[in-house]
């Protein structure tokens, strides 16, 4: 390399460390800052998710304490004097025959009166039915219509044995000229039975008619920002409150992916894109009343602080790389002083081949330590045989990290594709769970930081990657397994059966039905542990059987739908130094069993556990 006439190789050491360690210290900050701007945002963002069901969840609190204001109303008119005045008045429409005397009217009307003596909501009115009437009092006056409340629609939800109340939540109800809400009006339901005294039989039912306002009430304190959509849905699924009020009374139906006819979490948040932006949307649901707040928020409304953070990091990096270039030139020219020093002692020392010539006193900094270390120099040299013997068993180590590295991306890259497949085929829920699988099995890897796991957590892990693959074959897969309770607890090399068990799925299907068996059996054989993967597909002809066996042996690369075979047969001889064996038996037409013999004594697994420590 050439720069302005000057050769790279003939900078002055200097220059070359002022590069490097600006360089080097400069992709420092750079990941620094970068990885502190993704922890920043992830940070903020998780907070944000958590923050908004929490607000959420406040917000159906006060929703619940209305609902149950309503149905201790309704509940006012079996305490005394109500209850003694409705008791009167059915007495009275008994004795006439069912005939609605104005006596017995005037005494009704008086006991439904404890709707217009609350004064902490704005009520519309309430319904008092009979097995052939309703009687309907709203402000001060009231009527008689012929209906009866076997005829409603709700009555099969009533609670006819405990006599509680029942929540309708939102319904259509017509109004009448004394009422200021005129017409056909949503409105807020609570319906309350009525037993007479010493009778379990349902005598009539009390409906309380209340306007939504209080939930517009509460819901106008909510604000997410621009662009924010907010909805209240009832036990029926139907809107409540909605930002867009022309959705108020409609069914719920599955809007931006929620959909409450299947079992949800009581309060959740996911990141939707709704019409082309980015959405959080956040919902909770109440195990008291079963209403749901649902919010609709803007992504970018909650990046605002996240772009904030971004500002103020680019500025730090900026900063930081001007103090790495000047903190580096001090550093270089600190570390050089004492080598032009050392390269000027060293022209004394004319004939190479001649004794070390020495220098006078020697002081205790660079120049004096590298002239110690040159007397002992041959001594250090005894101690060659024992670094080389180490750097071999760091070599392996190396060996054995690398081949794990090439089963990782080569698992992933399938699994990914059968989730692809999955959600592909419309399969969103399995697709899901493929997901939630996946993320089960990174856990597993990121936390086996050595390389050695137990039997049993290879097996859970197997069972993981099993349960991804029956999203793409669904019943044509079986799975058997099979393993020694005593074997649970030694210690084999982290992935080592899963490629095996890709292997089984891919070459695997029955040429008779195309189905998918797979035993996967860990058994005890004399001094060795048997850890075989099975399979009933077409099987391997023995020719080429005995090319694959001979180029595993040989250390031969390849095709690639052999890396797993490969990798498992390298990493088990370098991990057990020779005395594991690895076997494939197969039969066309009737399947191939792999086998990996792993001994129990002499240098075991927990034996390499030790000498990593």
């Given amino acids: 390399m050439q720069v302005n006439g000057w050769r790279l190789r003939h900078w002055p050491i200097a220059y070359k460390l002022v590069i490097a360690f600006s360089m080097l210290l400069t992709v420092i900050v750079v990941v620094v800052g ?8 992830g940070a903020l963002e998780k907070q944000t998710k958590n923050y908004v069901p929490q607000v959420l969840d406040q917000v159906n609190v006060r929703l619940e304490d209305y609902v149950n204001d309503v149905k201790t109303l309704s509940q006012t008119a079996l305490v005394e004097p109500y209850s003694r005045l409705i008791e009167e008045a059915l007495d009275g429409f008994q004795d006439a025959g069912g005939e609605r005397r104005l006596e017995d009217t005037i005494k009704l009307h008086e006991a439904l009166s404890f709707i217009t003596n609350n004064s902490s909501h704005p009520y519309v009115g309430v319904l008092f039915y009979t097995g052939s009437g309703v009687y309907v009092r709203q402000s001060v006056s009231g009527i008689w219509l012929d209906a009866s409340f076997e005829d409603q629609p709700w009555f099969e939800d009533v609670d006819r044995d405990q006599f509680t109340p029942t929540v309708l939540g939102t319904i259509q109800f017509k109004l009448f000229a004394d009422n200021p809400f005129i017409g056909d009006f949503y409105a807020f339901s609570v319906v309350q039975p009525v037993v007479r005294r010493n009778s379990k039989e349902l005598s009539g039912i009390v409906q309380i008619i209340a306007t939504l306002e209080p939930i517009r009430d509460i819901m106008r304190d909510i604000d997410f920002g621009d662009g924010s959509k907010l909805y209240v849905v009832d036990n029926r699924n139907r809107i409540v409150f909605a930002s867009d009020r022309s959705l108020l009374g409609t069914e719920w139906e599955s809007a931006y992916g929620l959909g409450w006819s299947e079992e949800r979490d009581a309060s959740s948040s996911i990141i939707k894109e709704v019409e082309g932006e980015d959405m959080l949307i956040s919902y909770n649901r109440s195990a008291v009343s079963g209403w749901k707040v649902v919010g609709v928020i803007p992504l970018e409304n909650v990046s605002k602080e996240v772009s904030q953070v971004k500002i103020w990091i680019v500025v730090s990096v900026a900063i930081g790389i001007l103090g790495v270039v000047l903190l580096s030139a001090m550093l270089s020219i600190g570390m050089t002083n004492p080598l032009r020093k050392l390269t000027r002692m060293t022209r004394m020392q004319v004939d190479l081949s001649a004794p070390p010539v020495h220098i006078g006193q020697v002081s205790n900094d660079e120049i004096g330590q590298l002239d110690q270390s040159f007397r002992q120099m041959m001594k250090r040299i005894q101690l060659l045989s024992s670094e080389v013997l180490q750097g071999k068993l760091l070599h392996q180590e190396a060996e054995i990290r690398a ?13 990914l594709e059968t989730i692809r497949m999955t959600i592909r085929k419309g399969n ?6 493929g997901l939630v699988e996946l993320g089960r099995l990174l856990r597993y890897h990121a936390a086996s930081v050595n390389e050695m796991v137990s039997v049993k957590t290879e097996m859970d892990f197997i069972l993981n990657y ?9 019943d044509r897969l079986n799975i058997k397994t099979e393993v020694d309770e005593e074997l649970s607890d030694v210690l084999i090399p982290s992935l080592l059966l899963q490629p095996l068990v ?8 029955s040429p008779f039905d195309q189905r998918i068996r797979i035993t996967v059996r860990i058994k005890r054989q004399g001094d060795y542990m048997v850890c075989a993967v099975m399979d009933e597909g077409k099987g391997i002809p023995s020719d ?3 090319v694959l066996l001979e180029s595993l042996q040989q250390n031969e690369r390849q095709q690639a739908r052999r890396i797993g075979l490969e990798n498992v047969y390298q990493r088990i001889q370098l991990t057990y130094a020779g005395q594991a064996d690895f076997d494939i038996e197969s039969m066309e037409d009737a399947g191939t069993i792999v086998s990996i013999y792993i001994p129990l004594a002499g240098r075991t697994a927990i034996d390499y556990e030790e000498e990593r420590r």
């Fill in 34 to 41: 970068s990885m502190s701007y993704s922890k920043s945002r």
């Fill in 403 to 415: 081949l794990q590295s090439q089963i990782n991306p080569h698992f992933l890259q399938n699994t």
């Fill in 428 to 433: 969103l829920e399995k697709g899901e769970q």
């Fill in 466 to 474: 099993l349960s991804i693959q029956q999203l793409r074959f669904g």
């Fill in 502 to 509: 890709e292997n089984a799925i891919i070459h695997g299907p």
């Fill in 544 to 546: 080429e059987l005995d």
